[in-house]
Nanobody, 122 residues
């Protein structure tokens, strides 16, 4: 499956952004979709994941209650709504796909998008 993330940009602290990830290729609904982020000088970290039917979600503690992941299997898309953004949310955000819900490690994910930069100014 090929993934293409978009929606990043510059936003002031307290603002919101919605990231999108469009998928093509293999059957989209077979895959668990996740978002990761990598801040400058830091390792890539898990942010959120959503199960195949969209009912099951998993969030890193750092974004729980602040970010919401969703998917639209009819549109082959996954989204990340980010609210109350903070400067520490600044990172390149990546969407990724794998077959196992609950996976949070980078190497658990088989397919990756190219990343979209989110910059939160104070």
């Amino acid at each position: 499956v090929q993934l293409q993330a978009s929606g990043g940009g510059l936003v002031q602290a307290g603002g919101s952004l919605r990231l999108s990830c469009a998928a093509s290729g293999r059957i989209f609904s077979y895959y668990v979709l996740g978002w990761f982020r990598q801040a400058p000088g830091k390792e890539r970290e898990f942010v959120a994941a959503i199960g195949r039917n969209g009912y099951s979600t998993d969030y890193a503690d750092s974004v729980k209650g602040q970010f919401t992941i969703s998917r639209d299997n009819a549109k082959n898309a996954v989204y990340l709504q980010m609210n109350s953004l903070k400067p520490e949310d600044t990172a390149v955000y990546y969407c990724a796909a794998n077959r196992n819900f609950g996976a949070r490690r980078i190497y658990d994910y088989d397919y990756w998008g190219q990343g979209t930069l989110v910059t939160v100014s104070s």
